[in-house]
């Protein structure tokens, strides 16, 4: 049996922001969470992510290797 007064308050439905709009809701120690980042705003996975070779490392890498 878990003991009183140790553990924080749980809520089941606890809703997550990032900026000022509502993402999710999930289970937490806090109402409501405010995040700066998320997988619908994040370069990697909206797919905006670009790779910059400003030093020819790709070419180089492939000169050495002698690939097409």
């Given at each position: 049996m878990p003991?009183k007064?140790?553990h924080?308050?749980?809520y089941?439905?606890?809703?997550v922001?990032?900026?000022?709009?509502?993402?999710?809701t999930v289970?937490?120690?806090?109402?409501?969470l405010?995040i700066?980042?998320?997988?619908?705003?994040?370069?990697?996975?909206?797919?905006?992510q670009?790779?910059i070779?400003?030093?020819?490392?790709v070419?180089k890498f492939?000169?050495?290797y002698?690939l097409?």
């Amino acid at each position: 049996m878990p003991k009183k007064e140790l553990h924080p308050k749980w809520y089941e439905e606890s809703k997550v922001y990032c900026d000022g709009k509502h993402i999710m809701t999930v289970g937490s120690t806090k109402k409501e969470l405010n995040i700066d980042i998320w997988s619908g705003n994040h370069p990697f996975f909206t797919g905006s992510q670009r790779i910059i070779d400003t030093e020819g490392r790709v070419e180089k890498f492939m000169k050495k290797y002698k690939l097409k």
